[in-house]
């Protein structure tokens, strides 16, 4: 089972900040909150992951809580093109572990 | 170049059918993944191969069959199709590590008729 909990849709205006929530209030230590979104009919996309300290990368920003319970992703400027299933997973940063997908959330990004 | 590749990307067979599908990474990964994803679009993983070795295999039927012949390549044979195998078949590829990432191929559309 998905160790995360996210909201099912999320609207966001073209050019607009997309903030999508996900709460991970289990998570441990040594987990990592990874963020993968899935464009329709594509396979799915790596963004961004981070342990604890908030991360930036070119496509987004990851907004972990002090407490690590739950974190944001940002897409700063959104486009028609983010529209997607955004996926919110931890798993242990090191060995052979498996992505967990969840139900995500679907992003609708409108002009 | 593409990172992850499958074939076939469309792949239309009638019940009780043997079948593969192919995979392939030129990323230099050492670990390789099949992930299914049903027409509810749960997406959940099947297999793990690391250096051609299986490392993770969920509670699949044993008429799936993966095969790694090589760090670079992870193939999935279905023996026996049934009507509940239609679903989209995903290959991963990942370098294991402590900033390990997953990189998936387009997918290959499977129907059982």
């Known amino acids: 089972d998905a160790k995360t909990t996210q909201p099912t849709s999320m609207d966001c205006a073209e050019g607009r900040a997309a903030n999508l929530p996900c709460n991970h209030s289990t998570i441990s230590g040594n987990e990592y909150v990874y963020w993968y979104r899935q464009i329709h009919s594509q396979g799915p996309q790596y963004i961004i992951h981070?342990?604890?300290n908030n991360e930036t990368n070119e496509m987004a920003s990851l907004i972990i809580t002090e407490d690590r319970k739950s974190s944001t992703l940002i897409l700063p400027h959104a486009t028609l093109r983010d529209t997607a299933v955004y996926y919110c997973i931890v798993r242990l940063s090191t060995g052979f572990q498996k992505l967990v997908f969840g139900t995500g959330t679907r992003l609708l990004v409108s002009p | 170049d593409t990172a992850v590749s499958q074939t076939p990307k469309y792949l239309v067979t009638q019940m009780g059918n043997d079948k593969s599908i192919k995979c392939e990474q030129n990323?230099?990964?050492?670990?390789m993944y099949w992930y299914k994803q049903d027409s509810k679009k749960f997406l959940k993983i099947m297999f793990s191969y690391n250096n051609k070795e299986l490392i993770i295999n969920e509670t699949v039927p044993n008429r799936f069959s993966p095969k790694s012949p090589d760090k670079a390549h992870l193939n999935l044979h279905i023996n026996s199709l049934e009507l509940g195998d239609s679903a989209v078949y995903f290959c991963?590829?990942?370098?294991?590590?402590?900033?390990?990432?997953?990189?998936f191929g387009p997918g290959t559309r499977l129907l059982v008729l």
């Open positions: 991963a590829s990942s370098q294991v590590g402590e900033r390990e990432t997953q990189y």
């Open positions: 990323l230099g990964h050492d670990t």
């Open positions: 981070g342990l604890k």
